[in-house]
C-alpha cells in the first residue's frame, strides 16, 4: 500500500505564496507521474500541474508562471511552489502518484482570502 501526506496548506492574503509538499511512503523513483490536483467547492476536480521521472512538467493554463511542481526522489517527496496566489486557487489540493494505478493523499486545504 502507498501512501501520501500532504502538508503546507492553509490560509493565506493574495498575493502570497505557499508551499505544499506530499511524502510518499514508497520510493517514488520508480514512479514516472506525480503531481498536484484541486478541487474547489461545487467543481470538480482539475490538475493543477504534474512532473514526469524525467522532469518534463504540464501545468493548467491558470496557474502558469505562478506555480512549479518539483520532485525530489531521494526524499520521495514531490512540491507545488505557489507564487501570487489568487481567491480562484482557493480548493483542497491532492497529491497524486501513477503507477500500475493511481494514488491519491488525502487533501490539504488552501485558502487565499483578504
Known amino acids: 500500500q502507498v501512501q501520501l501526506v500532504e502538508s503546507g496548506g492553509g490560509l493565506v492574503q493574495p498575493g502570497e505564496s505557499l508551499r505544499l509538499s506530499c511524502a510518499v511512503s514508497?520510493?517514488?523513483?520508480?514512479?514516472?507521474?506525480m503531481g498536484w490536483y484541486r478541487q474547489a467547492p461545487g467543481k470538480e476536480r482539475e490538475l493543477v500541474a504534474g512532473?514526469?521521472?524525467?522532469?518534463?512538467?504540464n501545468y493548467s493554463d491558470s496557474v502558469k508562471g505562478r506555480f512549479t511542481v518539483s520532485r525530489d526522489d531521494a526524499k520521495n517527496t514531490v512540491y507545488l511552489q505557489m507564487n501570487s496566489l489568487k481567491p480562484d486557487d482557493t480548493a483542497v489540493y491532492y497529491c497524486?502518484?501513477?503507477?500500475?494505478?493511481?494514488?491519491w493523499g488525502q487533501g490539504i486545504q488552501v485558502t487565499v482570502s483578504s
Open positions: 512532473i514526469t521521472r524525467g522532469g518534463s512538467t
Open positions: 514508497r520510493s517514488t523513483a520508480n514512479f514516472n507521474g
Open positions: 497524486y502518484l501513477n503507477g500500475l494505478q493511481t494514488y
